[in-house]
Nanobody, 128 residues
Framework: QVQLVESGGGLVQAGGSLRLSCAASGRTISTYTAGWFRQAPGKEREFVAAISRSGITTYYADAVKGRFTISRDNGENTVYLQMNSLKPEDTAVYYC?????????????????????WGKGTLVTVSS
């Protein structure tokens, strides 16, 4: 199994940027499809971005396409989410997820509760 720990969240002004990191321990992250989900207050957890095991293929929710970039460094056992042009509606707890048997394409359309492993989340707050 793999353990995931997110970091990099915080308070940022609208239009600003943040980079979230997801550090993995235990089994090497390179064997897992990885992604990011977020949950805003009073809302269900929703898909944000996914990346293939090799890092070649990525998928994004329409709401973040063109602003967010998911990447991974398998040598460092870390997955990243670069968030640019942040909007107040991006405010949420962001969770890193990993799954051994799921492709990035499948992760982009799967329900959040189907993901195998989760971090505890990191809070991103975007002010107007």
């Amino acid at each position: 199994q793999v353990q995931l720990v997110e970091s990099g969240g915080g308070l940022v002004q609208a239009g600003g940027s943040l980079r979230l990191s997801c550090a993995a321990s235990g089994r090497t992250i390179s064997t897992y499809t990885a992604g990011w989900f977020r949950q805003a207050p009073g809302k269900e957890r929703e898909f944000v971005a996914a990346i293939s095991r090799s890092g070649i293929t990525t998928y994004y929710a329409d709401a973040v396409k063109g602003r967010f970039t998911i990447s991974r460094d398998n040598g460092e056992n870390t997955v990243y989410l670069q968030m640019n042009s942040l909007k107040p509606e991006d405010t949420a707890v962001y969770y890193c997820a990993a799954d051994l048997s799921t492709t990035a394409q499948s992760m982009s359309v799967m329900n959040y509760y189907a993901m195998e492993y989760w971090g505890k989340g990191t809070l991103v707050t975007v002010s107007s």
